[in-house]
Every structure is written in structure tokens, then in C-alpha cells.
């Protein structure tokens, strides 16, 4: 028996039952189902980026303070990490460059195949 199929009996069960009722039953009955009509939520069309900012402020309105410090802490490790990196990078080109202008190079370093090996050496770690 498939589930369309039992629910259709489902259904023929409680409507053969629905002429045993008394008046007062029926009636009864219909007062709660217009009550709960009555409560029923009425759908509001609303334009889409209305939709979607009610659906970042509800994300947002979950979000607890732990939560946000913790996000905000690691944003900034990210940032101060992404500066070291870059400053350090800055610093060893600017050991490359300066030996290069200073000529402090032997002339034999440019043509050797061990050039990048010397600098690497000669820069201040």
C-alpha cells in the first residue's frame, strides 16, 4: 500500500464518521477551524532584496558575541600575519638590492649558475 493510497482511506474513514457527529460537535468543530484560520499567518510579498535582508539580519540576530570576537580576532591574525609576510619580502629584496647597487658583487656572481644561491647566502637573515 502506497502512501497516497493510505491516505486516501485515512481520509474515507474520518468522512464516514463525520454523519455520526452531534450538532453541537460539528459546530464546535467549525468554531476551532476558524479560529485557527483566523491565526493562520497571511503571506506578505515582499521585493527581493527586502528578502534578503531580513534573511542577514536573522543570520546576524543568531550570532553571539563570542562568536563575532572570535571571527574579529582571527580577521585580524589573518591581516597582521599578511603584513609580516609582506615586510619580510620587502626586506629581503631590499638586502638583494642594495648589494646590487653597492656593487659588492663580484663580476663572475652575475654569470655564475650559483647566483641565486650567493644571494640568498649573502642576504642578512
Do not use: C
Not at 463525520?18 to 468554531?31: Q, V
Not at 546576524?60 to 571571527?71: E, G, P, R, S
Not at 646590487?100 to 640568498?120: E, N, Q
Amino acid at each position: 500500500m502506497n502512501e497516497m493510497h493510505f491516505a486516501y482511506r485515512i481520509r474515507q474513514y474520518l468522512n464516514s464518521g463525520l454523519h455520526d457527529l452531534r450538532p453541537g460537535t460539528i459546530k464546535r468543530l467549525a468554531t476551532a477551524r476558524e479560529h485557527a484560520l483566523a491565526r493562520q499567518k497571511i503571506v506578505v510579498h515582499e521585493s527581493v532584496l527586502a528578502a534578503a535582508g531580513s534573511f542577514i539580519q536573522h543570520r546576524f540576530d543568531n550570532l553571539h558575541l563570542k562568536q563575532v570576537f572570535t571571527a574579529l580576532v582571527i580577521l585580524v591574525g589573518v591581516a597582521l600575519f599578511t603584513l609580516w609576510h609582506a615586510d619580510q619580502s620587502i626586506t629581503e629584496l631590499e638586502a638583494v638590492d642594495t648589494a646590487l647597487l653597492a656593487d659588492d658583487l663580484p663580476i663572475g656572481a652575475f654569470t655564475d649558475k650559483g647566483f641565486d644561491t650567493w644571494v640568498k647566502s649573502a642576504s642578512p637573515q
